[in-house]
């Protein structure tokens, strides 16, 4: 059973502070990794995709990879209330020699106090 | 419009009837997700076409579930005899190969 776990909080900030998530994964030979952002009542919207070990920085937004350890973590810098959403953690899965379907934890809540 | 599209927005339907939905993705998207989600869950993985093959289906797809991309473009999913455990949001992704998945706006199923 592929499993992509997540805390799912809710994770409390406040304004301006570093927000952190966090999500790991169990299947090895995973190959792509993405952070989804949700905002209740809506769908899920891509905010960043990370392939390789190390960091990966867009604008506030820094994703971190470590697939010995398998883990995937994103940092929110300067986090605003606007950033106020529930945060998915996808994986793709592995099938017959191709990469396959994505799998999501169950997402982390995260609430900016201003 | 170039993201990905899905009709109807809202579904409310009588537990027993059949309900179909539609979802177009972008373009030169060969890759299409059907995925299920309910409150406070993530979304749940159903099924997934490349281009016109339906590479992988979940054991949550149970028979009452069916997929099709009949020509590589556009998808449906339909539900046949529904139940009120069918009420969900169903979402649909597209993307190129395994990159980035993009989704559309989702179908909220309400079954009564």
């Known amino acids: 059973q592929k499993e992509v776990e997540q805390n799912s909080g809710p994770l409390s900030v406040p304004e301006g502070a570093i927000a952190s998530l966090n999500c790991t994964y169990s299947d090895r030979v995973s190959q792509s990794f993405f952070w989804y952002r949700q905002y209740s009542g809506k769908s899920p919207e891509l905010i960043m995709s990370?392939?390789?070990?190390g960091d990966k920085e867009d604008g506030r937004f820094t994703a971190q990879l470590n697939k010995a350890s398998q883990y995937v973590s994103l940092l929110i810098r300067d986090s605003q209330p606007s950033d106020s959403a529930t945060y998915l953690c996808a994986v793709n899965g592995w099938n017959g020699g191709s990469q396959g379907n994505l799998i999501f934890g169950k997402g982390t809540k995260l609430s900016v106090k201003p | 419009d170039t993201g990905v599209s899905q009709d109807p927005r809202h579904k409310i339907t009588k537990r027993g009837q059949n309900v179909t939905f539609r979802c177009d993705p972008i373009?030169?998207?060969?890759?299409l997700y059907w995925y299920r989600q309910t409150l406070g869950q993530g979304p749940e993985f159903l099924t997934y076409?490349?281009?016109?093959?339906?590479?992988?289906k979940s054991r949550l797809l149970s028979d009452r579930f069916s997929a099709e991309r009949p020509k590589g473009s556009f998808s449906t999913l339909e539900i046949q005899r529904t139940e009120q455990g069918d009420s969900a949001m169903y979402l649909c992704a597209s993307s190129h190969s395994h990159t980035e998945a993009f989704f559309g706006q989702g179908t909220r199923l309400t079954v009564v």
């Open positions: 373009s030169e998207h060969n890759r």
């Open positions: 076409f490349q281009n016109e093959a339906q590479l992988e």
């Open positions: 990370i392939y390789s070990n």
